[in-house]
Structure formats: structure tokens, C-alpha cells
């Protein structure tokens, strides 16, 4: 299948035209035409490289009723994502080479996007001993990114001989940084608003802890480190001053720590419950001013999704997470270039670019030349719509945005030149 | 009045007074011979209790017979929380049952809000204590109580009336309800607590704060005790309970430094030697019995305002 997108504005430049052909970009340029080749109309449309999250539960194995690998990636596919990574939180837990290659291949069948899973750090992810690292990065899933994520690595020894220990296949430790003592039985953002509803504190030095000896380890034994969803203000510092001594630290922001902010929690709904909770709007702030200056490397998704009944009862009770997927774009857009914070081309770096490269994967993320694979997204930031959850491609309904108006919609999505997305609807 | 008491906040300065001023009705049916009204008759008030708590269920219980309700206990201990039904399908149930208010006390902040704003009833909700955020009605209880005592049991009687509340604030549904509502009465309201028992962004309550007992107290027209827990200092809010009660216990001594006319109160149930002495406890001062009697006037002057009660509970001759 040839495809001839015509006019489009790639990074949001000058629009210009894109044939798709065997899998690569064939030809980029004015007035291309092609026998034989589907034409997409893309006039208005930006067209970004095939979006890249480092942060999804796809729940398979274990909650099927949650999410499926088909239903999580027909999901990414639509939000305009040809790769994803999925969290190691399954049952079984994916810490070993087994579990990977199960997930990746449930990836491949269903054909959305490709899923790179991640492994686990420990075994179980008990935080106890290590997981079978090596296994999994020589498996067919190839696993580069190896994260406890739901649970942080704590125990300081054990961080430490895990960053060391991936660096033997160039892998990268994704750390989930909450001090656990610090955030037992924690519901939301520890602050004025959290000792007026009586919900537990969930405090901003038990990331920032976290990170700031993170930050100190990798630089000690040089090893690469990740750090998801940052939230706070002060974690968007500690990573600043740790870029700023050179060391190999990237950090990721999920889209609702830029938008939404911990006043929801008064609601007592627990769609907007999540951790990291949502903080203060403070901490939006300087999360978006992060993410502009390149502090914050990516965006991430930490699409999390959660069957009805455990949202559908009290806050306490409720399960941690959101979706993220369908809506991550427009929230960018809203957020960071509709604020004129970040071009379209700044967002090709987050969301794409920079993202695949911590994860090393090859061919996503690369530039809309000629010559390189076809994974892309048409993008149209003018349309705008209003979140409905029924119409989610996931099996949950746990979006925290419903009957929200949201700005932009993902008009196509292609992977290695096939459309996953045309006009919007799943291929 | 709102439909729902979900929170002290939810009262404006005329609806707690009204409140007041209906529980003063209401306890003067004690001193008659028939104690019951026809008010709620035909009414049902479910009384929703995931977690033990006797003493506030009786109350409610008692409060909605004198009116004639129909009550219906539901003691549903193991919330959804420790994987029993869940909170919704326990509100369906009542809600097929026909109750026309439901009482709730839960164990986790919020349940109440939950169970009101979800739509899985249309009942009215009372809230009976949520987790660590709120128990209006013990706050309404507590305030009659000082009205009676220091506020001449008229409108606006507690205005500039100092208040010490002491112990454990931070987990202290007791404590954020009476700081709301003793603000909303015009009380000065004084948290006295070790710094690790105040919750964080206390200080932009409506309220003082101290870490002094000795100083606080002499000033005060009421003092009221909060429970503490043993086992919190094993958490290390506080070294030993011995140290706890050194610094922050209400004994003999520090009684002998209160005004005539304070009072002392306790929401009960108290630790005895722990927060309060028996000598405290059982002294002239100590109107922690009373509290208990109050609150029955207290909850049939809720339940009777929130269930549509528009003519006066208590008439001349029937």
C-alpha cells in the first residue's frame, strides 16, 4: 500500500507532501504525485514522527478485564502512537524473559503500534533481589528499559547495583521515585487541601528524596537514569541541577501533572486519583516550564487503566491511575503549544524523538526525511472535541477528561506505512 | 439547610443556630412524660455503620424513634475496602428499601460525599463520622453543649468565646468539624497539639495554634480533650504515652489553672490517664455526660430539619 499525504505541515512548517512506500518515506516534496498510491487530503494538518510513550499498562497478562495488548494498543494507535512501553506490573509480573516475550509478541499480533515491554528491576517486583535482567534484554523483546514502576526500587543498594548492572547492554532503570515510608497509605498531595479532607498525605520529598540520591547514584557508578512522571516543582529542580553536572539523567511528565491540579481530589471522585497525585499549580507551572527548557525530556502517558468498580466506590478504596493514551496530544497541544511554551517540533522531540532514544528503540522517532521508516502522525490542531469515555478504544473508562473540550484530534496514524488511524478511525 | 450534612461547612451560621435552637425543643421534650413526637412517622432512617461505633449509633437510633421514624440498622463491618460489598451496592440496597435519610459512618474520608453525590441514592446523608475528615453532628453536639454552658443558649451567644482543642488533631474527625463550625458560631478556636499531631496546612485554618498547654488553657472557656491513641507512638508522633500526658494530658493541676467557668469535654470515648485523669473526668467541670445526652436533642434537630421538617417539631397540645 503507497500513501501520498498531501500538504502537510511537517513539525508544523511549510506544508509539503509525504509518499509512503514499502514502509519508508519514499519522497518528501512539493506537488508529488503517484500511480497507485491512496491520496490523504492534509491540508491543515501537522504531521509529527509516529508518537513514542515510555509509560503504558496494557494489563495483559493478569487484568484482562482492565485492558488487553489489542485493546491498550488500538488505544496508542489512535492517540496517534506507533510505539509504546509496556510497565512490567502484570500478573505475572514481566520480570522474566517469558513474560516479555509474551507481551511483545501480543504486540505484533495485534499490530496497533509496537510495544516494547519493560522489565522488571526485581523479581515480582518484591524490591528484594534482582530480576533476570540479561534474560530479558538478549529475548526477542529486546528490553532496554527495566522499571519496578507502582513500587520504587527503595533500597539503596539495590538501585545502585541495577543501574550498574544494565549498562552491560546499554539498558536504562526507570525508577518510580516514592519513598515508601514517606507515602504510607498516602491518597493524594500532601498539603493544605489533603488535611482539610482527611485523606493521607502523599508528600513531595518522598519523590524528591528519591530522585536527588538517585540522581547522586547514577552519577557515582555513570549509569543512565530515568525518572517517571516527575510532579513536583522541586523534582523538576533536582533534575535540573543534576543535567546541569552532565550526568546521564532523563526524566519524563505525564499529561495530566500538566493540566490538572489536586483541587479535583475535593470531589472525592476517584477518577482523579493517581500517583504521583495531582499537585499544586505551582507545580504545573514549573512541570510545563521544564518540559519547554528540556529538563523534562519527555512526555509520557502512564495510560492507567482501571476497570469500573474499582473507580465506582470511595477515594481510599479506589485504584491509582488514568488513562492517557487517546488524549495525550491534545493535552500537549493545550498545554504547552497552544501556551507557547513548545512548537510542533519541540513536541516531536518529547513525545517521539527523545523518548525513543531513552528507550533505544530504532526506527521510531526519526526525522520525516526520505529515506527513513514511515511512522508518523497527522495532526489536526484546529479541530477540537469533547471527551466522550464510551468512545475510548481501551476497555476502561477511567479518563479523568470526560465532558472536557480538549483541542487538536488525530486524523491518521501510520506504522512502517500501513494507516492504523485514517479519518480517525482505527484501520 | 442543604439536603445533605455532609460536612460542618455545610451549615451557614443560621442553619446551625436553627439547629440549635430546634435541639433546645427537643431536649425539653426529655423533661415531659411522653418523650416521642409524631414528626417522622412514617419516615425511615437507615443507620449505616461500617464501622463499630456504639455510642453514635445508639444516639442516632434513640434521636430518630423519639420522632417516630423507622429505623434500620445496617452494620455492614468490611467495607469494600477489606473486599466486603461494596459502598455502592450496600446504597442501591437501602435505596430499594426506601430510607428516606441515610446515616453513614465510614471508615474512609470521604464515603459520606461519595454515597450523596454518585447518585446511587436520593436519601438525604447524614454523615456519622468519615475516616479522619469529618463528624458534623458531634460538632453541632459539642457547640450545643457550650451554648448551654458558656453562650446562654441564645443566637450568637458563642461569639468571642475561646475554645481549646487538644490531642490529636490530625486524625481527629472531631477536631475539623468543630474548628468549622465554632468559626461559622464566632468562637476562637485554639488547636493545642504536639507539632507532629497538627495537620500539615493548618495554619491556614480558621483557628490559632499552640504547642503549650499551660498557656492556652487559663484563657479558655471550654477545653476539649481528644482522644489519643496509644499506639500512635509507635508511628513516633509522640516518644511514650507518659510523656504524652506530661505535656499535653488534662490532670488536677492544670485543671486548678481554669477559669470558674470553664467547662471541660470529651467526645468520649476517653483514654483515661492517657488525655484526661478520672479526677478531670469526673469533676463539677466535666460536662462529658451531658454531651451525651445532648446529642440525642442534637440528631433529632438534624434529622428533623433535613427530612423536610418545616412546621414546629414541638407544639403546644396534640
Known amino acids: 500500500m503507497k500513501y501520498l499525504i498531501k500538504g502537510a505541515a511537517v513539525l508544523g512548517g511549510t506544508p509539503s507532501d509525504l509518499l509512503l512506500d514499502d514502509g519508508v518515506i519514499a519522497e518528501v516534496g512539493r506537488g508529488l504525485s503517484a500511480a497507485g498510491a491512496e491520496v490523504v487530503d492534509a491540508d491543515g494538518l501537522v504531521a509529527l514522527p509516529g508518537l513514542v510513550d515510555l509509560h503504558t499498562h496494557l494489563r495483559e497478562p493478569g487484568r484482562e478485564d482492565a485492558e488487553t495488548v489489542e485493546s491498550g ?129 502523599w508528600p513531595a520529598v518522598a519523590e524528591e528524596a528519591i530522585i536527588a540520591r538517585d540522581c547522586l547514584l547514577a552519577a557515582h557508578v555513570g549509569s543512565r537514569l530515568h525518572v517517571c512522571h516527575v510532579s513536583t516543582a522541586g523534582s523538576v529542580e533536582i533534575v535540573r541541577w543534576a543535567k546541569s553536572k552532565g550526568w546521564s539523567v532523563t526524566a519524563e511528565v505525564c499529561p495530566h501533572h500538566l493540566l490538572l491540579t489536586d483541587d479535583l481530589a475535593a470531589t472525592y471522585d476517584p477518577v482523579y486519583k493517581v500517583n504521583p497525585p495531582l499537585r499544586s499549580g505551582t507545580d504545573v507551572e514549573a512541570l510545563r516550564e521544564g518540559l519547554a527548557d528540556g529538563t523534562i525530556d519527555a512526555v509520557a502517558t502512564d495510560h492507567a487503566p482501571h476497570p469500573h468498580e474499582d473507580k465506582d466506590c470511595e477515594w481510599a478504596a479506589a485504584a491509582f491511575g488514568m488513562l492517557g493514551l487517546e488524549t495525550a496530544l491534545s493535552i500537549v497541544q493545550e498545554t504547552m503549544v497552544d501556551a507557547g511554551l513548545l512548537d510542533w517540533a519541540g513536541v516531536a522531540d518529547r513525545m517521539s524523538s527523545t523518548p525513543a532514544r531513552i528507550g533505544r528503540v530504532a526506527d521510531h522517532g526519526t526525522p520525516l526525511e526520505a529515506g527513513q521508516p514511515a511512522n508518523l502522525v497527522l495532526h489536526d490542531p484546529a479541530d477540537r472535541r469533547v471527551v466522550d469515555p464510551t468512545e475510548s478504544a481501551s476497555l476502561s473508562r477511567n479518563t479523568p477528561y470526560a465532558g472536557r473540550e480538549l483541542p487538536g484530534r488525530v486524523v491518521a496514524t501510520f506504522l512502517r506505512g500501513r494507516a492504523t488511524v485514517l479519518d480517525g478511525k482505527l484501520q | ?112 460525599h461519595r ?15 468519615d475516616g479522619t475528615h469529618e463528624h458534623p453532628t458531634q460538632a453541632l453536639l459539642d457547640a450545643f ?174
Open chain 1, 73 to 201: 494498543t488500538a488505544a496508542a494507535a489512535l492517540g496517534g502512537f506507533t510505539a509504546v512501553h509496556a510497565m512490567a506490573n502484570t500478573d505475572p509480573v514481566a520480570d522474566t524473559a517469558g513474560v516479555v516475550e509474551q507481551v511483545w509478541r501480543l504486540g505484533r499480533e495485534a499490530g496497533h503500534c509496537d510495544v516494547y515491554p519493560v522489565g522488571a528491576v526485581t523479581v515480582g517486583l518484591a524490591g528484594e533481589r534482582l530480576a533476570e535482567l540479561g534474560a530479558m534484554a538478549d529475548s526477542a523483546a529486546r528490553v532496554r528499559v527495566f522499571s519496578d514502576d507502582g513500587k520504587c526500587v527503595s533500597d539503596a543498594v539495590l538501585m545502585r547495583r541495577a543501574l550498574e548492572y544494565v549498562k552491560a547492554f546499554d539498558g536504562v532503570v526507570a525508577q518510580h521515585a516514592q519513598e515508601p515510608r514517606l507515602t504510607e497509605h498516602a491518597q493524594m498531595n500532601e498539603g493544605e487541601l489533603s488535611g482539610r479532607l482527611g485523606l493521607a498525605g
Open chain 2, 1 to 112: 439547610m442543604k439536603r445533605h450534612l455532609l460536612s460542618a461547612a455545610d451549615l451557614t451560621r443560621e442553619d446551625a443556630e436553627l439547629v440549635l435552637t430546634t435541639a433546645e425543643e427537643m431536649r425539653s421534650l426529655a423533661d415531659r412524660p411522653i418523650k416521642k413526637l409524631p414528626a417522622l412517622r412514617g419516615r425511615t432512617v437507615v443507620n449505616l455503620f461500617f464501622e463499630d461505633s456504639t455510642r453514635t449509633r445508639i444516639s442516632f437510633e434513640a434521636a430518630a424513634k423519639r420522632l417516630s421514624a423507622d429505623v434500620i440498622n445496617f452494620s455492614a463491618k468490611g467495607s469494600s475496602l477489606s473486599k466486603g460489598e461494596s459502598l455502592k451496592d450496600t446504597a442501591l440496597t437501602l435505596e430499594a428499601m426506601g430510607a428516606d435519610a441515610v446515616v453513614v459512618r465510614h471508615g474512609a474520608s470521604g464515603a459520606p
Open chain 2, 115 to 129: 454515597l450523596a453525590h454518585s447518585g446511587w441514592v436520593r436519601s438525604s446523608v447524614v454523615n456519622a463520622g
Open chain 2, 145 to 318: 453543649t457550650m451554648w448551654r454552658h458558656i453562650g446562654e443558649s441564645k443566637p450568637g451567644g458563642l461569639e468571642g468565646r475561646r475554645v481549646a482543642i487538644v490531642g490529636d488533631v490530625l486524625h481527629s474527625r472531631v477536631a475539623r468539624s468543630n474548628a468549622l463550625l465554632l468559626r461559622t458560631l464566632g468562637a476562637e478556636v485554639t488547636l493545642v497539639a504536639p507539632p507532629t499531631l497538627l495537620p500539615v496546612g493548618v495554619e491556614t485554618w480558621p483557628v490559632e495554634t499552640s504547642y503549650d498547654l499551660d498557656a492556652v488553657i487559663p484563657k479558655a472557656d471550654a477545653v476539649m480533650m481528644l482522644r489519643v491513641q496509644r499506639e500512635r507512638m509507635n508511628a513516633a508522633f509522640f516518644p511514650t504515652a507518659r510523656e504524652y500526658s506530661r505535656r499535653y494530658g488534662l490532670d488536677g493541676r492544670r485543671m486548678a489553672t481554669l477559669q470558674d467557668h470553664t467547662i471541660v469535654m470529651h467526645p468520649g470515648p476517653m483514654v483515661r490517664g492517657m488525655e484526661i485523669t478520672a479526677d478531670v473526668a469526673d469533676s463539677a467541670r466535666s460536662v462529658i455526660v451531658e454531651q451525651v445526652t445532648n446529642g440525642v436533642a442534637v440528631r433529632m434537630a438534624v434529622l428533623y430539619l433535613l427530612l423536610g421538617g418545616s412546621e414546629p417539631a414541638v407544639g403546644g397540645d396534640e
